[in-house]
């Protein structure tokens, strides 16, 4: 039976949940298993290396917040936005990672997540671009992988572009703490250490205000005409 418009953006629900899932679960695992490599067991020990879904599940992170950017939009009848959320940090013994490898490791594991985002976002656009589009004569499980690769591109990208950005308690400003660490700019660390418990509002406001226009749309649209082109 031809698949109807209707029935394709019905598709895009569980393809956006199982993208999200994969993309924020694996820059979770990510963090915890370059951590291991210098030494850190702490994630392993707490099972948090884990590909069960189930322990990485964060509340707020991973469905409240996919609610609100993109879910939302499209039952109030709007065009849906963009899928962002996040997992359960994976906890990890920083002090163990820089005793073995120093402020570099440390950055390392800050990058790891989104050295894994920006992987999955480039093998993805490669995948799709040795697709055809779908039509409505296309069978279900073609239509099926086809949104599921777009999506895991699209929130692939997002999540590396949302990470970069040195917002208090994410990873990239977790990157410029170690840096200047290790060039002894204590101020600098010092500033996002107390800003950290601040870093959900900086989300929030980025969110719903037009500074995610060039802060978040601008680089979004950069890096996939970078990838589809």
Not at 64 to 71: A, E, Q
Not at 91 to 113: D, E, F
Not at 156 to 162: D, E, I
Not at 176 to 184: A, E, V
Request: glycine content about 6%; overall charge neutral.
């Amino acid at each position: 039976m031809p698949m109807t418009m209707s029935s394709i953006n019905l598709l895009e629900i569980p393809a956006a949940i199982i993208a999200l899932l994969i993309a924020i679960i694996g820059h979770e695992i990510m963090h915890g298993w370059v951590a291991y490599k210098y030494g850190d067991t702490t994630a392993k020990s707490q099972g948090r290396l884990s590909i069960n879904p189930i322990i990485h599940i964060d509340p707020f992170g991973s469905i409240l917040v996919p609610l609100m950017t993109y879910f939302v939009p499209m039952l109030l009848g709007a065009e849906s936005g963009f899928l962002f959320g996040w997992a359960k940090p994976v906890p990890i013994n920083t002090h163990t990672v820089i005793r073995n490898g120093g402020y570099n490791a440390a950055m390392q594991v800050s990058l790891a997540g989104i050295a894994y985002n920006i992987f999955l976002a480039t093998l993805s656009s490669i995948v799709l671009l040795s697709m055809a589009q779908p039509s409505e004569a296309n069978s279900l499980a073609y239509i099926f992988g086809y949104i599921f690769i777009l999506k895991l591109l699209l929130i692939n990208v997002v999540l590396a572009v949302f990470n970069l950005l040195p917002i208090p308690g994410f990873d990239g400003a977790h990157f410029i703490s170690y840096l200047s660490l290790k060039y002894r700019i204590h101020a600098v660390a010092e500033f996002f250490a107390k800003a950290e418990p601040y870093g959900m509002i900086v989300i929030i406001i980025i969110l719903v205000t037009p500074l995610k226009i060039p802060l978040v749309i601008w680089p979004i649209q950069a890096v996939l005409n970078l990838l589809l082109n």
